[in-house]
Nanobody, 121 residues
Framework: QVQLVETGGGLVQPGGSLRVSCAHS????????IGWFRQAPGKEREFVAA???????IYGDPVKDRFTVSRDNAKNVAHLQMSSLKPEDTAVYYC???????????????WGQGTQLTVSS
């Protein structure tokens, strides 16, 4: 069974940077597409970024040019590097994995529990 655990959230000032990580267990990480989503209070879940099993990244419009998604298959971990953070980035960030589907609006098979990012002065 695939398990995903997000870590690295916290409180950051506007303009700051933070990296959140997604640790994968259960085997087969190198063949999973990884998605990042976020959900703020009172808002719908929003696509943030994704990276295919072969390393192709895609980004949602609100985070383009500010966030970078990456993966380290040797360590079974994916990262989301967030820079130039804005208060509107405040949300719970979730990673997700799917061995077949890949995209911005995909029903991923596996989800982590989320990690909170708060961007505030």
């Amino acid at each position: 069974q695939v398990q995903l655990v997000e870590t690295g959230g916290g409180l950051v000032q506007p303009g700051g940077s933070l990296r959140v990580s997604c640790a994968h267990s259960g085997g087969g990480f190198s063949k999973y597409n990884i998605g990042w989503f976020r959900q703020a209070p009172g808002k719908e879940r929003e696509f943030v970024a994704a990276i295919s099993w072969y390393g192709k990244p895609i980004y949602g419009d609100p985070v383009k040019d500010r966030f970078t998604v990456s993966r380290d298959n040797a360590k079974n971990v994916a990262h989301l590097q967030m820079s130039s953070l804005k208060p509107e980035d405040t949300a719970v960030y979730y990673c997700a994995a799917d061995s077949v589907r890949f995209g911005a609006a995909v029903k991923y098979d596996y989800w982590g529990q989320g990690t909170q990012l708060t961007v505030s002065s």
